[in-house]
């Protein structure tokens, strides 16, 4: 493993994005020169970071399909922030609608041999019970609300449809801020929406929360509607090998 043993994989992610300062490009690539996984770690999720985009930017196109390495925890993240740097901003409504399926969504998705998938939600395989995963990563506003916005179309569609559906919403990053007891805007709806929905989860990062009280001494209290979860990167890639999508808010 890296010689650097505070090189996490989100920053592993954010290096290969471009959004790190000059001081932390410099620490990153010294950590990879001098360690040859890390080098290899770090090419691997370039390559499928281009790789994925290209599968959203190119929509025409057959679907991107790539075997998935399973083994590793390391590389397992790796390949998980992959699909958040390439779908980031990029999943989300299609143009048009269908008579019976107003909410036409593009997700990800794994197939049964273990390939990335990407296709409206309505194509996606269901099992007998949709099982949707929605990550907020962004503190903007706006997406918040479209992050609240997407689950309860999801879940009231459904319903009307009479079709079993269950939705995760899991929160990293800037989204926390959606379930922050001190800074929510949209706490109230957050209840009412558990209230209503029983097959909804809210889902905070445990490790988003440990950078929030290490970078910025902070140690914010979570709604009570809001579960945690270890980490982001390996919920997404554990619900996309159980069968679920997974939609970028």
Known sequence: MSTDHNLSDEQLSAFVDGQLDMDEKSRILGALNADEDLSRRACELRRLHDLVRHAYDAPPTPPFRRPLDTHGRGWRQAVAAALLLAMGGTAGWVAHARQHQPLNLQAMYLDEEKAFQTSALEQAPAHGEYKVLLHLSSAEPEKLERALDTAEQLLSTYRRLDQPIEV???ANAGGLELLRADISPFAERVRALQHQYDN?????CQTALDRLRRER???PDLLPEALITPNALEEILSRLQQGWVYISV
């Open 200 to 204: 909804l989860t809210f889902m905070a």
């Open 217 to 219: 001494h902070l140690s």
């Open 168 to 170: 995760e919403l899991v």
